[in-house]
């Protein structure tokens, strides 16, 4: 099992920036990607993600103004980093940790979501 926590800016202004945290805990060992996802309306897309190798990617609808990225002193706490934002960019953030279980088997786990509003 792994929890993750998520912190972070809950409005942000068009054009400004925007960090959120998440710190898994748990079965951390078996964490091969932390990434973030958001959901708006029930439409949810990949953000940006890091693997468990430092390698990093993002989402191919938020046209590269996301960054994942590991604490320097903590790979299973990352961060998300975003400028230039958009109203189009609000929504509910999720967490997701992608496990490999003993069995060779994948599991899914997400955060409790935060929500970000991009207003004026």
């Known amino acids: 099992q792994v929890q993750l926590v998520e912190s972070g800016d809950g409005l942000v202004q068009p054009g400004g920036s925007l960090r959120l945290s998440c710190k898994a805990s748990g079965n951390v060992g078996s964490i091969m990607i932390l990434g973030w996802y958001r959901q708006s309306g029930n439409r949810r897309v990949m953000v940006a993600t890091v693997a468990a190798n430092g390698g990093t990617d993002t989402g191919p609808s938020v046209g590269g103004r996301f960054t994942a990225s590991q604490d320097n002193n903590d790979r299973h706490t990352v961060y998300l980093e975003g400028n230039n934002l958009i109203p189009e960019d609000t929504g509910v953030y999720y967490c997701?940790?992608?496990?490999?279980?003993?069995?060779?088997?994948?599991?899914?786990?997400w955060g409790q979501g935060t929500q970000v509003t991009v207003s004026s």
């Open positions: 997701k940790a992608v496990t490999i279980n003993r069995d060779g088997t994948m599991s899914d786990y």
